[in-house]
């Protein structure tokens, strides 16, 4: 699930601690290697139940 929670930050939740790093990898590798405009990741939060990534 995706969420807006302000107008330049989106919350992408209920996903694995593994998804949220590799995704967080990946995006990060792709602003790097490409000219191609990705979101930032701002936060991660990780509990018993799910992980968050926030991205700006």
Known sequence: MVYKVALDTIVKARMSAD??????????????????????????KDSEETTHLSKL
């Open 19 to 44: 998804e949220a790093t590799t995704e967080a990898l990946n995006l990060s590798m792709i602003g790097t290697m490409t000219a191609i405009p990705v979101p930032g990741v701002q936060d991660g």
